[in-house]
């Protein structure tokens, strides 16, 4: 039973690109979260996907934008990519309508030059 | 706006000791919370949870105690082993979809 994936592990980039990440979720979830977790930060929370559109957004711009497919599996892709953008970027599925909480993946490593 | 706050990023505890690591929040709308633990390279690992209407919850070594008066969580895990060595993370829950992070703390369990 796979856990959460993501790809890549890590990844380098240069200001103003353009970078897409991937998540599949864990087998029988249907519900994908992103989060940005900076160097000695708690992860924070950018948007869920369920059913293929955005459930919820926190406090990110828009250069964060995201997807999800009808897998299940989802996207996120920033744009116009800042200093500020380099985080470890984690993936987490869950169940929707359940109490059930979410398992995260290993996450991707953007690092912004 | 740091809704979840864990204000000790360390804590250190000899082996077969209590291990007591402490968070704090400050929305009254979080309806569920959770605790996760982190090893390096790898992503956060669900550890414990207990919903708001509860003010305690246990699963073998690792309780969590809920203080909703005062807004504070605590997990207690008896007794630590240099296994649990870990960033531990508290989190809060609001309306099913978005969860907020504390910004962790670091235990050491000591042989």
Redesign the interface.
């Known amino acids: 039973d796979a856990g959460?994936t993501q790809s890549p592990t890590h990844l380098i980039k240069t200001r103003g690109q353009q970078v897409t990440l991937r998540c599949s979720p864990k087998s029988g979830h249907d519900t994908v979260?992103w989060?940005q977790q900076a160097l000695?930060?708690?992860?924070?929370?950018i948007f869920?996907y369920y059913e293929e559109e955005e459930?919820?957004r926190?406090?990110f711009p828009d250069r964060f934008s995201g997807h999800q497919f009808p897998n299940y599996s989802s996207e996120l892709n920033v744009n116009a990519l800042l200093l500020g953008d380099s985080a470890l970027y984690?993936c987490?599925s869950s169940f929707g309508g359940t109490?059930q909480?979410?398992?995260?993946?290993?996450?991707t490593r953007l690092s912004i030059l | 706006?740091q809704q979840?706050k864990?204000n000790s990023p360390s804590l250190s505890v000899q082996e077969g000791r209590i291990s007591i690591l402490n968070c704090d929040y400050t929305n009254s709308m979080f309806d569920?919370f959770?605790w996760?633990k982190k090893y390096p390279?790898?992503?956060?690992?669900?550890l414990i949870?207990i919903?708001s209407i509860k003010d305690k919850n246990e699963d073998g070594r690792f309780t969590v105690f809920l203080n909703k008066s005062a807004k504070h969580l605590s997990l207690h895990i008896v007794p630590s082993q240099p296994g649990d060595s870990a960033v531990y993370?508290c989190?809060a829950r609001l309306?099913?979809?978005?969860?907020?992070?504390?910004?962790?703390t670091r235990l050491t369990v000591k042989p």
């Open positions: 959460v979260s989060y000695g930060q708690g992860p924070q929370f869920q459930r919820q926190g406090n984690l987490a109490d909480p979410q398992h995260f993946g290993d996450g | 706006d979840v864990q569920y959770l996760y390279a790898e992503g956060p690992t669900f949870s919903s993370f989190a309306n099913n979809n978005d969860m907020r992070f504390g910004a962790g």
